[in-house]
């Protein structure tokens, strides 16, 4: 291959590389101009050897410093030229150096991933290694973090404090509401409906406590009597006398509401003490009656004893009739709704008959 294409050669592959980006601009110049350099000086060489042999005095003095084997010894020679040197090598390193700044690059990439990877676990061990990093770190150190982080300690501490305090009085606003509609939080509005609703409810709270006292057993109904009457004057001020409400509609609706209960309970209670209570009662009476009856017929028999003795005589039949017809229409009197009740009746007719056959007795007497 002639000089000439080999030199083409270098600068196409020079220009490639510059245009791969293997070499900079001044890098290429540089190299171009030392390969162009190299071939100037091959051409001053090529002609003085032709000017040598067409001269033979010039010939002769240059012949002792060349010998046969010149050319082997300046291929080989310690000192070659500079500017064809660096030509070689400029051409020969491009891919060195492109292999070279891949491998850097390699390396610089799994460098950042190690560091990333680091960083990341850190981050996760942080806060178990936090109170041995606060031992090992230095005096100086900690002065300077505890001013930043005192701050915001005592601003999370005084915020959990006012959330604390929040809820403790909405907490205690809703214990003072006996009620339990939270009223303290409603509306006007609400508070207008919530009124007409529990002035409904102790209207016919009132109606049905009248309509069970009214359905009541007399007799029971006359052992409470006393204590109806107390519960009518007292039971709802005492129960119901309600504080603690923001407005005077809040309060009105919390004492209809409690006193709807107040009555509701107090007609519920009126039945189940009567369930109670009304057997016992009865039986009270009936022995009562009984013995109202028992107390009637000796009176009798004293006033009987008390009138003289032909007036005896004369009214002995009359008094035995009276006696069999006094104790067969008791007995026959109409039954009761209950037992103990037809038991007090019939007591009672002998107990009458007997006082208005004591006072026709009575006028027999001397």
């Known amino acids: 291959m002639d000089k000439p294409s080999a030199q083409i050669e270098e600068l196409e592959t020079l220009f490639k590389l510059l245009e791969k980006g293997a070499i900079t601009k001044d890098e290429y110049d540089m190299q171009k101009k030392a390969i162009l350099a190299s071939h100037h000086d091959d051409d001053e060489t090529n002609c003085t050897e032709e000017t040598i042999a067409q001269d033979p005095d010039r010939q002769d003095q240059q012949q002792p410093s060349f010998t046969p084997s010149q050319p082997q010894q300046h291929s080989a020679s310690p000192e070659p030229n500079p500017s064809t040197n660096s030509a070689t090598q400029s051409v020969v390193t491009p891919k060195k150096q492109s292999n070279s700044v891949k491998i850097i690059l390699i390396l610089v990439i799994g460098l950042i991933i190690l560091v990333a990877m680091y960083f990341i676990f850190r981050s996760k061990e942080e806060p178990k290694t936090a109170p041995v990093a606060v031992a090992a770190s230095s005096t100086n150190m900690a002065s300077n973090i505890q001013p930043a982080s005192a701050p915001q300690v005592a601003s999370e501490t005084g915020s959990e404090t006012a959330s604390e305090a929040k809820q403790t009085n909405q907490q205690e606003e809703i214990s003072e509401d006996a009620t339990g509609l ?40 006359n052992s409470i009597l006393d204590e109806q009457k107390i519960w009518d004057n007292t039971a709802l001020e005492e129960n119901c006398t309600l504080e603690g409400y923001k407005s005077p509609e809040a309060l009105q609706v919390a004492k209809l509401y409690c006193e709807s209960g107040i009555i509701n309970s107090r007609a519920e209670t009126l039945l189940e003490r009567q369930k109670e209570d009304l057997a016992h009662i009865k039986e009270e009476m009936v022995d009562q009656a009984e013995q109202k009856s028992k107390d009637a017929i000796q009176r009798l028999e004293i006033t009987w004893k008390t009138i003289p003795q032909d007036v005896q005589q004369n ?52």
């Open 182 to 221: 939270s009223l303290n939080t409603r509306t006007p509005e609400e508070l207008n409906n919530l009124l007409i609703k529990y002035q409904q409810q102790r209207s016919r709270a009132e109606a049905r406590l009248r309509k069970v006292w009214t359905g009541l057993d007399e007799d029971f109904k």
């Open 315 to 366: 009214l002995n039949q009359t008094y035995l009739q009276w006696i069999e017809e006094t104790t067969g229409y008791c007995l026959s009197r109409p039954t009761a709704k209950n037992v103990p009740q037809t038991k007090i009746n019939m007591y009672q007719c002998i107990s009458d008959k007997a006082e208005k056959k004591i006072q026709e007795l009575n006028g027999y007497k001397i």
